[in-house]
Nanobody
């Protein structure tokens, strides 16, 4: 399985970005997906996850009300819409895949990882 994340960039505070993560392989629709992020000097942290069918998202408190995860199983792609971005959202964002249909916020539950895409929120 290969995961390719894209969509990062420089955005002003209050702005929006949409991240995408496309997976190779035929079993994408069977497994939960997650987004994590890692800021400079900090550990990688959970942001949001979505179950195999896309009807059960789970958000970290930092993402609630501002971020929206969705998936298109026909396109093997998961999306992260980020609105009202803050400087503290600056990080490398990673998508990850579980070998399980249910969501998890535990980084150890994810078997495959993308290469990361940098999001910088700054004026």
């Amino acid at each position: 399985v290969q995961l390719q994340a894209s969509g990062g960039g420089l955005v002003q505070p209050g702005g929006s970005l949409r991240l995408s993560c496309t997976a190779s392989g035929r079993t994408f629709s069977s497994y939960a997906m997650g987004w994590f992020r890692q800021a400079p000097g900090k550990e990688r942290e959970f942001v949001v996850a979505i179950n195999w069918s896309g009807d059960m998202p789970y958000y970290a408190d930092s993402a609630k009300g501002r971020f929206t995860i969705s998936r298109d199983n026909a396109k093997n792609t998961v999306y992260l819409q980020m609105n009202s971005l803050k400087p503290e959202d600056t990080a490398v964002y990673y998508c990850a895949q579980r070998i399980n249909p249910s969501i998890s916020s535990d980084i150890r539950d994810y078997a495959y990882w993308g290469q990361g895409t940098l999001v910088t929120v700054s004026s």
